[in-house]
């Protein structure tokens, strides 16, 4: 990973494409692309820090452009639909200028802009995650039915949108006899069902941190070094509230987050550690 300034870092094989691009005589499309990508994580970038969040950094990967924050706790659902709408919105916003602009100072260079930003902000709303779409979604459900539930219904609706694309990218091959564009969108949204896991989840953490304004026990909050017998962990429960253990690392960084069930489970299976 090459570091540009604090807050831009290049993966090097981007740096390899864009010398490819370059020897090949496309690097004005390449740059175009990653314009568009940087436009669309710019206005990411806007609304977290309008809402409280703050920038880690962004990233530029061969396929894409990624945007690290330092911190996701959001407190609100309008807060976090803000957070997730804004990128696709700024696409919109974007093709909608290129097309005024185009009218009067016409050029292959503006019309592929606007292309460039109604395809991303086509691939970003299907609502399967991760696309912004799918996000946006599932905080929805999260609020009205929970996180537990909201993730389960989210792998189903993830699974159709890839089944779908993957069937639409066979056809766009079938027809085109090259573009394999829709069909690696495919496995993207594929890949991702099957190996994306998080840590722990924000949506469930925060469900726990406000868990006491409903009508059930209150939380208690403990916080363990990664080293910690759990015995020791379950010692300090408390009897009349529902216990969360936040595991953190050398560095005082949660590493993960348990509940009380799971650190029961962990007691009576002794050789299991947390990764």
């Not at 949204?189 to 026990?217: A, P, W």
């Given at each position: 990973?090459?570091?540009?300034?604090?807050?831009?870092y290049v993966h090097i094989l981007t740096v390899v494409l864009f010398v490819?691009?370059?020897?090949?005589?496309?690097?004005?499309?390449?740059?175009?692309?990653?314009?568009?990508?940087?436009?669309?994580?710019?206005?990411?970038?806007?609304?977290?820090?309008?809402?409280?969040?703050?920038?880690?950094?962004?990233?530029?990967?061969?396929?894409?452009?990624?945007?690290?924050?330092?911190?996701?706790?959001?407190?609100?659902?309008?807060?976090?639909?803000?957070?997730?709408?804004?990128?696709?919105?700024?696409?919109?916003?974007?093709?909608?200028?290129?097309?005024?602009?185009?009218?009067?100072?016409?050029?292959?260079?503006?019309?592929?802009?606007?292309?460039?930003?109604?395809?991303?902000?086509?691939?970003?709303?299907?609502?399967?995650?991760?696309?912004?779409?799918?996000?946006?979604?599932?905080?929805?459900?999260?609020?009205?039915?929970?996180?537990?539930?909201?993730?389960?219904?989210?792998?189903?609706?993830?699974?159709?949108?890839?089944?779908?694309?993957?069937?639409?990218?066979?056809?766009?091959?079938?027809?085109?006899?090259?573009?394999?564009?829709?069909?690696?969108?495919?496995?993207?949204?594929?890949?991702?069902?099957?190996?994306?896991?998080?840590?722990?989840?924000?949506?469930?953490?925060?469900?726990?941190?406000?868990?006491?304004?409903?009508?059930?026990?209150?939380?208690?909050?403990?916080?363990?070094?990664?080293?910690?017998?759990?015995?020791?962990?379950?010692?300090?429960?408390?009897?009349?509230?529902?216990?969360?253990?936040?595991?953190?690392?050398?560095?005082?960084?949660?590493?993960?987050i348990l509940t009380e069930k799971q650190i029961i489970n962990k007691i009576t299976e002794p050789n299991i550690t947390i990764l």
């Amino acid at each position: 990973m090459i570091r540009i300034t604090k807050h831009l870092y290049v993966h090097i094989l981007t740096v390899v494409l864009f010398v490819i691009c370059a020897l090949t005589r496309c690097l004005d499309i390449l740059g175009v692309t990653y314009a568009v990508m940087l436009l669309h994580e710019a206005a990411h970038t806007v609304a977290a820090v309008g809402i409280g969040l703050k920038m880690s950094h962004i990233t530029l990967y061969p396929f894409g452009v990624n945007l690290k924050l330092k911190n996701k706790m959001v407190y609100s659902l309008s807060d976090e639909i803000i957070l997730y709408i804004s990128g696709p919105l700024c696409n919109i916003l974007l093709a909608l200028l290129s097309t005024a602009v185009y009218k009067y100072y016409p050029s292959g260079t503006l019309r592929f802009f606007y292309i460039s930003n109604i395809m991303l902000f086509a691939m970003n709303m299907p609502p399967a995650v991760p696309l912004d779409g799918g996000i946006i979604v599932r905080k929805i459900l999260t609020y009205f039915l929970g996180s537990r539930a909201a993730a389960g219904i989210m792998k189903t609706i993830s699974a159709l949108v890839a089944a779908a694309v993957t069937a639409l990218g066979i056809y766009a091959l079938y027809k085109t006899g090259f573009n394999f564009s829709v069909l690696l969108f495919s496995i993207l949204l594929i890949g991702n069902i099957f190996t994306q896991k998080e840590k722990y989840d924000v949506d469930f953490v925060r469900e726990l941190m406000f868990h006491s304004k409903k009508k059930t026990k209150k939380i208690k909050h403990i916080i363990a070094d990664e080293n910690t017998d759990y015995k020791k962990i379950a010692k300090m429960f408390h009897m009349n509230r529902y216990n969360i253990v936040y595991i953190t690392d050398s560095n005082g960084r949660i590493k993960d987050i348990l509940t009380e069930k799971q650190i029961i489970n962990k007691i009576t299976e002794p050789n299991i550690t947390i990764l």
